[in-house]
């Protein structure tokens, strides 16, 4: 699989991207950015950038691969990344003290202006063993919201798995 060359364009342009996230522990900040692309295309002019064939995108704890990323930018600050594959994977830890989040879907939108995930077709969400599956998953970060559907033909339904919680230290001593 080679890998592309990014130009400073290119690589300012994915640093915005990538810095800005809500996502990310602090340290993935001033982590280096490497993407791996069979093609890239960055338009000034439009301020799209497209990656294709086997894209992966790694920065800290991030990983993103997919069949093809697509950054939109307007005056130089990124609003929205478009990820698409068969599915397409996000990954990300948030906080240091939290688990991998891991995201799957057949598209994954990114909207940084308003700071909202939405997965579609084929869409799960997974952390520190929660799942989340259903055909349609929205998630606003700043709210803190996360909103599942199931298919308009109800042929896949919304699936959520919570792991049993530990018990704490008194509830151990108290059934022994």
Do not use: W
Not at 38 to 56: H, M, P, W
Not at 135 to 154: F, M, P, Q, R, T
């Amino acid at each position: 699989m080679p890998t592309i060359k990014l130009f400073p364009p290119l690589l300012c342009l994915l640093g915005v991207f990538l810095n800005t996230t809500a996502l990310a522990l602090p340290s993935d900040r001033q982590a280096t950015i490497t993407v791996e692309a069979d093609r890239a295309q960055l338009n000034e002019k439009t301020g799209i950038t497209d990656y294709q064939g086997s894209v992966i995108i790694k920065q800290g704890s991030l990983l993103i691969e997919a069949d093809q990323v697509t950054i939109y930018s307007t005056d130089g600050q990124t609003n929205k990344i478009i990820c698409v594959g068969k599915p397409a994977h996000y990954q990300q830890q948030p906080k240091p003290e939290d688990g991998l989040v891991n995201a799957h879907g057949n598209t994954i939108e990114y909207y940084l202006d308003t700071e909202t995930i939405t997965l579609i077709k084929n869409a799960s969400l997974e952390q520190q063993g929660s799942t989340l599956k259903g055909d349609h998953i929205n998630y606003d970060i700043k709210a803190e919201l996360v909103e599942a559907k199931g298919s308009a033909d109800s042929q896949q339904r919304v699936h959520m798995v919570i792991p049993a919680s530990k018990p704490s230290a008194d509830e151990q001593k108290d059934g022994d």
